[in-house]
């Protein structure tokens, strides 16, 4: 598939801010103690802003982006506009918060608001995956891993972020594993599973047959292997460009191993080397931020280009198996 980068843009930055918002929640629930309040409200519209820009950018990939208003009607069979409708939603539990830390409500709304916003940045973020799982033509994306993925990647966004912010902010952090209060140990096993998930998505892409195959779409299979003839175009059209963009494997298999790299080694490496150091945790914590983000951007474009279409069958090239 075709990798816009307005999707890519969309997936990975409102996948880190709905990450960010997931994680405060979850710490408001638990220890609402454990931020300042002025950090809280901060981090909340950081969050908010993420993940409003990530959404903003979608509408650039659509044909009439004035009618994207329109999808919010279409919920009970699109995971499109189910997305819309739970990221719209999330926003009430978003400004509940804020008003409650700025009036300094007591804890009993704090934690209901908390509770929803959680759920809601998870079911966003669900929704936006199984708009690509659901598809049952495009191999790459139907399958267990997608869904699992995108919520892992986008935990492990908000955590580094979460992360890089409270050690530049609170007092420099001059001790990562005490005064980050876990958040170091949490951003390191979510690299170390989030570089595990992609393994086992690309062993399966890799050793999963096709979904068709000319043999079972032209009902020739019984009688042996079937190809075209002649190409059954002239020129690059539609299709080709969206559904089948041409990467090559010594090319993706390098992209993989800079994924994997940018996803765990490099940000596990810069925040161990901080924690035994005990000095630089904010410039470490930072570096693992951008590290992740970098890795998304990589893993999200390769998510896309991955990807092809079963109409690709139709436009392979002469005695290429598609």
Same mark, same amino acid.
């Given at each position: 598939?075709?990798?816009?980068?307005?999707?890519?843009?969309?997936?990975?930055?409102?996948?880190?801010?709905?990450?960010?918002?997931?994680?405060?929640?979850?710490?408001?629930?638990?220890?609402?103690?454990?931020?300042?309040?002025?950090?809280?409200?901060? +981090? =909340?519209? #950081?969050?908010?802003? !993420? /993940?409003?820009?990530?959404?903003?950018?979608?509408? *650039?990939?659509? $044909?009439? %982006?004035?009618?994207?208003?329109?999808?919010?009607?279409?919920?009970?069979?699109?995971?499109?506009?189910?997305?819309?409708?739970?990221?719209?939603?999330?926003?009430?539990?978003?400004?509940?918060?804020?008003?409650?830390?700025?009036?300094?409500?007591?804890?009993?709304?704090?934690?209901?608001?908390?509770?929803?916003?959680?759920?809601?940045?998870?079911?966003?973020?669900?929704?936006?995956?199984?708009?690509?799982?659901?598809?049952?033509?495009?191999?790459?994306?139907?399958?267990?891993?997608?869904?699992?993925?995108?919520? +892992? =990647?986008? #935990?492990?966004?908000? !955590? /580094?972020?979460?992360?890089?912010?409270?050690?530049? *902010?609170?007092? $420099?952090? %001059?001790?990562?594993?005490?005064?980050?209060?876990?958040?170091?140990?949490?951003?390191?096993?979510?690299?170390?599973?989030?570089?595990?998930?992609?393994?086992?998505?690309?062993?399966?892409?890799?050793?999963?047959?096709?979904?068709?195959?000319?043999?079972?779409?032209?009902?020739?299979?019984?009688?042996?292997?079937?190809?075209?003839?002649?190409?059954?175009?002239?020129?690059?059209?539609?299709?080709?460009?969206?559904?089948?963009?041409?990467?090559?494997?010594?090319?993706?298999?390098?992209?993989?191993?800079?994924?994997? +790299? =940018?996803?765990?080694?490099?940000?596990?490496?810069?925040?161990?080397?901080?924690?035994?150091?005990?000095?630089?945790?904010?410039?470490?914590?930072?570096?693992?931020?951008?590290?992740?983000?970098?890795?998304?951007?990589?893993?999200?474009?390769?998510?896309?280009?991955?990807?092809?279409?079963?109409?690709?069958?139709?436009?392979?090239?002469?005695?290429?198996?598609?």
């Amino acid at each position: 598939m075709h990798p816009a980068l307005s999707v890519i843009f969309f997936t990975v930055i409102s996948g880190c801010g709905y990450g960010l918002l997931f994680l405060l929640s979850l710490i408001l629930l638990m220890q609402p103690a454990l931020l300042p309040r002025s950090e809280i409200v901060t +981090l =909340l519209a #950081l969050g908010a802003l !993420a /993940s409003v820009a990530g959404l903003i950018a979608s509408t *650039f990939h659509l $044909g009439q %982006p004035q009618r994207a208003w329109r999808a919010f009607s279409q919920w009970r069979s699109s995971w499109l506009s189910r997305e819309g409708v739970a990221a719209t939603a999330s926003f009430l539990p978003v400004g509940a918060l804020l008003i409650a830390q700025w009036q300094q409500t007591d804890a009993m709304p704090v934690r209901i608001s908390a509770l929803a916003l959680m759920l809601l940045a998870a079911i966003t973020v669900y929704c936006t995956a199984q708009i690509y799982a659901s598809l049952k033509t495009i191999r790459a994306w139907h399958n267990v891993y997608v869904a699992p993925g995108y919520l +892992l =990647l986008g #935990l492990i966004g908000g !955590a /580094s972020w979460l992360l890089a912010w409270h050690c530049a *902010f609170d007092d $420099g952090c %001059p001790d990562i594993a005490l005064g980050s209060r876990g958040l170091d140990w949490l951003v390191i096993l979510l690299c170390i599973a989030s570089a595990l998930l992609k393994l086992a998505y690309w062993r399966y892409i890799d050793t999963q047959p096709l979904p068709a195959s000319i043999e079972s779409a032209t009902g020739l299979g019984r009688y042996g292997a079937v190809r075209s003839v002649e190409a059954p175009h002239s020129e690059e059209n539609y299709l080709t460009r969206e559904m089948g963009f041409a990467l090559a494997r010594k090319h993706a298999a390098r992209l993989r191993r800079i994924v994997l +790299l =940018l996803l765990a080694p490099l940000p596990i490496a810069l925040l161990v080397i901080a924690m035994l150091m005990r000095s630089n945790a904010e410039v470490a914590a930072l570096g693992a931020a951008f590290a992740v983000t970098l890795g998304l951007f990589v893993e999200r474009w390769l998510f896309f280009a991955e990807a092809k279409h079963v109409v690709m069958l139709y436009y392979a090239p002469r005695g290429e198996r598609a």
